[in-house]
């Protein structure tokens, strides 16, 4: 369904943009309907930025993106069936406005014909589907909701449409541990729905819950993707393992892999050069072997 | 024993009243410890870390007394405290990024704190504690803007120990970082308490799992109070206090998915800390809570060193 | 702060609309009451005064150097002009320099602020020029040589001057502030829901500036006032009628502090004070309104 072809993103840097930056490089990778892809990465690595673009928030160097074979295009058309939810719930919200005014937005731009009462009956049944109780968060300012809540809102804001996508960017990074887990399985129930989510994080342990597939960025490219057990399970690529190492466990200590080292065909290998290391697993380098462990 | 917190409140002031921030907190710690502070946002644990260095403005200490190495520290007294800080108890913000004058350099600034602190640089232990830390001794000729967020952390982190302080103060120093960077931050941590560059250390920190890497101890808190405080290994392996357990198994850790294992969060929020209800503050979100409960759980040490304050423990 | 927690507010009949919702607590906030009341006030002396006097204060009378007694309120002038009536009347041409000023100002450095700071890029650039430039524009000078060349001498082509080149500062703060708010997450979220530019900009950033360029505004007003007093103080004001502004040159002009004339100079330097404080005291009460978390505490 939603489809990235060789997207690239460039930035000009420097007094007169004599410099340029490229924030993602080639990445290609596609969500299918009724599946969470999940899309890790460390500070800049250029998975918010792949959201930006899917979403429309900033524009496309090279490559394409497209949902249903269409391309991003920003506007009414294009936001009834692909929405986002983001990081910081507060700052989704206009704080001088109430929280339900998100709902009120998508009324008027895609449902003016709608009669007030049968929308309030809409909205009423899509809280309660994202399990809220509407008479506690309709009609508040966003100050007097608690952040799970607000994230709620959003993903019940975006359910108000026909959606078929939904880019939710490292929506739970600023939710307390007891709340957080019950957002992810909200996600995982829209995949249920038939909707294709693309879960952007930077968390492995919260990917890996959550994802069909996985992929893993790096510096603006792909280095290694695939089925999450796959991933997770037999990781390749140097930079997969060193990540995974880092992952604070609970029940085991930290183990050491080793440093990071240049995967020298990587280095050199155009950009989007994948290998099959098995089936439902690429790796952004052909010669395993040669690179450190 | 190097810190006796005993009984300790603290209440922030608002318009609509005193919220209880921190409502009656006993710990101690011993010589060389690490403990890790953990709990959700909102569970005091930011206050405790603010109130044994720095209270701001709204804070008020209601009661209770904080003993270093003997001595009392006079938290409710800005002035006084002074002559502790940096000396005696030293913190490492949140945000380092922020914490450094952006004009200055490195070292300068290092030296203009020491001046001000009456106290003179000792190049020679800089540079060894630098490499501690594995950041190069040209960081000294740079700006702050030129260091990334990890070697900005670990030069505060270098810079707030320099005079030694008794007891360290980290409050979610990790939590503003990557992955890869925040485990070598985190061992950081560890090589300048093995050094005995601090005596002892408070981490505070939302993240249950990395503080088991760090803490030898962990102190769980939630809604101002004590839930429970125990060896690290003990938290994680055999938790005893609800709350705790609930926490821990809202936890996704890698290879938990969610086709195989359906994790909970738990239901319902934190108590309004303005109005606090009476009892157990766990009570309306505890699966096992019964009519005991009504009475408020003194903190009882069930195993050696293991605290927990739950009537059903 | 993690430490304190949200607490539901109780309000559970607040009024439907945001609108009413703000009308609602601007009638109970003491400060926006009592600032409005008094700018009020002087606009309804200014605006009405002049139906009950003779006069435009600018005759001379027989009674000159008077403190203020039943017949003459505000006492006369070296000249026998009764002050108060030319208080009235500046307040007049005060209110009208200060409306028209910092209203076109307003607009100015709104279009330019909000349009350099939502687009950005070479847009922002461009007007950034454009705004640096008329910033640097010495403005006494050019209206020295206008007014040498041009000869314009009444209100409002003193208050379009004023207007036209007081709007910088005031553009690049909104601008500022814009920034800032164009990154937030809400503007997004407004853009997915299907807004354009102009609906972001009017429907999202205005109104969490608003009390912001309410200040803008009152600063603009203020500024206008000043600006006119000092070009009145020069000889550079309106010929026809009278201001505060010119109220002051004259009681300078004539000495008024040294004979111990109080009552010349105090009347139009308090109306200026009264005027643009007012103002200020309505501002700080109007950002209660708008911000809901204010208001609460």
């Known amino acids: ?293 | 024993m190097s810190l006796q917190v005993d009984d300790l409140r603290v209440y922030y002031r608002t318009l609509k009243g005193d919220v209880k921030a921190l409502d009656g907190v006993s710990f101690s710690m011993e010589d060389g410890e690490i403990l890790g502070l953990a709990g959700e946002s909102g569970c005091g644990k930011t206050t405790l870390g603010k109130s044994l260095i720095r209270m701001d403005g709204r804070m008020r200490h209601i009661g209770g007394t904080v003993e270093l190495d003997g001595r009392e520290l006079p938290i409710g007294d800005d002035r006084r405290m002074n002559d502790f800080r940096f000396r005696e108890v030293s913190l490492i913000p949140q945000y380092s990024m922020s914490a450094m004058n952006p004009t200055r350099k490195i070292g300068r600034m290092v030296r203009e704190l020491l001046r001000s602190r009456g106290a003179t640089l000792d190049l020679d232990e800089l540079e060894s504690r630098l490499s501690l830390v594995e950041l190069p001794h040209a960081v000294l000729d740079r700006y702050p803007i030129e260091l990334s967020g990890g070697m900005k952390q670990r030069m505060v982190m270098v810079i707030s120990t320099l005079l030694d302080p008794s007891l360290l103060i980290a409050d979610e120093v990790t939590s503003a970082l990557d992955v890869s960077t925040q485990k070598a931050v985190a061992r950081a941590l560890i090589g300048f308490r093995d050094a005995g560059f601090v005596k002892s250390m408070i981490f505070v920190t939302h993240d249950l799992a990395l503080t088991s890497h760090i803490a030898d101890t962990i102190m769980v808190m939630y809604a101002g109070k004590l839930a429970e405080k125990a060896p690290a290994t003990a938290i994680v392996k055999k938790p005893r206090h609800p709350y705790t357990k609930l926490l821990l198994d809202s936890l996704p850790e890698v290879g938990v998915r969610y086709t195989d294992k359906r994790l909970a969060g738990i239901a319902g929020s934190p108590p309004s800390l303005l109005d606090p209800p009476a009892g157990c503050r766990f009570r309306d979100r505890c699966p096992i809570a019964g009519e005991e409960c009504a009475q408020e759980p003194p903190m009882a040490e069930i195993e050696p060193n293991h605290f927990v304050a739950c009537w059903k423990a | 702060m993690t430490a304190l927690q949200e607490v539901p507010a109780q309000d559970a009949a607040a009024p439907a609309g945001v609108r009413r919702e703000a009308l609602y607590f601007a009638l109970r906030n003491g400060k926006l009451l009592t600032g409005f009341g008094i700018v009020l006030a002087l606009l309804l002396l200014g605006l009405l005064g002049p139906l009950f006097l003779s006069g435009t204060g600018s005759e001379y009378g027989t009674q000159p150097m008077q403190p203020p007694s039943a017949e003459h309120w505000f006492g006369t002038t070296t000249f026998g002009q009764d002050v108060f009536t030319q208080f009235v009347y500046g307040l007049r041409t005060t209110f009208v320099v200060g409306a028209l000023g910092g209203g076109i100002a307003a607009v100015i450095a709104m279009l330019v602020g909000f349009v350099a700071g939502y687009r950005g890029g070479l847009v922002d650039e461009i007007l950034n020029m454009f705004t640096n430039i008329v910033l640097v524009i010495p403005t006494l000078a050019v209206l020295l040589i206008i007014n040498a060349y041009l000869g314009v001498r009444s209100v409002g082509a003193q208050a379009l001057f004023i207007g036209l080149t007081s709007w910088p500062w005031a553009a690049r703060a909104i601008r500022a502030q814009t920034f800032s708010l164009r990154t937030r997450d809400f503007v997004d979220l407004a853009r997915l829901s299907g807004a354009n530019t102009w609906k972001v900009i009017t429907r999202e950033i205005a109104p969490n500036m608003s009390s912001y360029l309410f200040m803008t505004f009152i600063l603009l007003f203020g500024g206008s006032v000043l600006i006119a007093s000092s070009l009145d103080f020069i000889g550079l004001g309106p010929t026809e009628g009278t201001s505060l502004g010119l109220m002051l040159q004259n009681a300078n002009q004539w000495s008024a502090m040294q004979l111990g004339m109080w009552w010349w100079f105090i009347p139009p330097g308090a109306g200026i004070t009264a005027i643009v404080g007012s103002l200020y005291v309505a501002n700080v009460g109007l950002d209660e309104v708008f911000n809901p978390k204010l208001r609460e505490t």
Request: hydrophobic share 40%.
């Open chain 1, 1 to 293: 369904m939603l489809k990235l072809d060789n997207v690239t993103k460039v930035y000009k840097v420097g007094a007169f943009g004599g410099k340029v930056f490229a924030a993602v490089d080639g990445v290609s990778f596609d969500v299918q309907a009724g599946e969470v892809v999940s899309l890790i990465g460390e500070s800049g690595s250029g998975k918010s930025t792949i959201g930006k673009m899917i979403l429309g928030l900033a524009s496309i160097t090279g490559g394409s993106i497209t949902v249903d074979g269409v391309p991003v295009k920003p506007g009414k058309d294009y936001y009834r069936h692909v929405q986002g939810v983001f990081q910081d719930p507060f700052s989704c919200y206009n704080p001088v406005f109430k929280a339900d005014r998100v709902f009120r937005m998508i009324k008027e731009a895609y449902y003016p014909q709608v009669g007030e009462k049968e929308w309030d009956e809409r909205v009423r049944s899509t809280v309660r589907d994202v399990r809220l109780d509407p008479d506690q968060v309709l009609g508040r300012y966003p100050h007097q909701l608690s952040g799970g809540q607000l994230q709620r809102l959003l993903i019940a804001r975006a359910l108000l449409l026909d959606l078929k996508l939904l880019v939710a960017d490292e929506i739970t990074s600023m939710l307390d541990a007891s709340t957080r887990i019950d957002v992810l399985n909200l996600l995982a129930e829209l995949k249920e729905r038939g909707l294709g989510v693309l879960y952007v994080t930077h968390d492995l342990s919260l990917g890996n819950y959550l994802a069909e597939r996985t992929v893993v960025l790096r510096r603006g490219t792909v280095v290694e993707m695939g089925v999450t057990g796959k991933v997770f399970g037999n990781p390749l690529h140097p930079y997969t393992r060193q990540l995974l190492s880092a992952v604070p466990r609970l029940h085991s200590p930290w183990e050491d892999a080793a440093p990071m080292q240049t995967c020298h065909y990587h280095e050199n290998a155009a950009s989007g050069a994948m290998f099959e290391a098995e089936p439902g697993h690429l790796v952004a380098c052909a010669q395993l072997d040669a690179c450190p462990q």
